[in-house]
């Protein structure tokens, strides 16, 4: 017990003078660097990548079991979604010095950022009702769109010099949508959502042109579906198991391969 103790004591010394010297404020700024093929992925965003309302393994982890299937190389994933976030929420988040979610993106060569829907969340009785135009989220629309772009410059910057995948997803709806849709939305109100989604996808689409980001479209392969309630939640508003696949998959087609192993390129 006392050799245990003067070894913990001698460790925290050398941690100490570690930081002192190197100026670093936690010990996951010491760790090294990820050991060659080895790929760290973070999921960013909210109640969809976070898995809500779903009795099961949600898309990051099953995008990281087909990846290291693909690569056959060890995946680590890190799923930091939360559910109700929004795209002013994740950027005080990254912004936030040493946070969870600024260490694991540090640490992440590949990025997956599914961000947006909560922003319209006020509204949402305006659009499902069929009141709502355009004009009645103007400003949240305006806001998503400037928070993307400052979303992916801070990625970047901490990721620094190093070669990052990052995959934006949009959605398949930002409000409800199959059965729960037509049971609680007015016809109206179905097409305004519909149409606010499709708005909200050409904000992210638009926001990973800019960036060297890939845009990876949920909206066409789950509205195309022979049944979109199938791939829902009883909530109607949140992936079930199929969905949750089926997002890993549209993901995993959508990563190069291999990874990029060249610096990003361009500010």
Known sequence: MIHTLRRLAAGLLVLAFVSAVTGADTVSELLPPPAAGQVRVVALGDSVTSGSNCDCAAFPQLYGDLLHNRSAVPVTVDNQGVAGLDSTGL????????????????????????????????????????????????????????NLGRILSRVHDLRGNLPTTILMTGYWNVFKDGDVAKQQYTPSGRIASDQLTIRTNNAIAAAARADDATYVDIYTPFENSTDITALLASDGDHPDSAGHALIARLLLAATPNPLPTSPRQGG
Do not use: M, W
Not at 119 to 139: A, I, L, P
């Open 91 to 146: 950027l005080q988040e990254l912004d936030q010095r040493n946070s969870p979610v600024e260490q694991a993106t540090k640490a992440a060569n590949v990025v997956l950022l599914t961000i947006g829907a909560n922003d319209f969340g006020d509204h949402h009785d305006d659009v499902t009702s069929g009141q709502c135009t355009g004009d009645c989220v103007s400003d949240e629309y305006e806001q998503l769109t400037a």
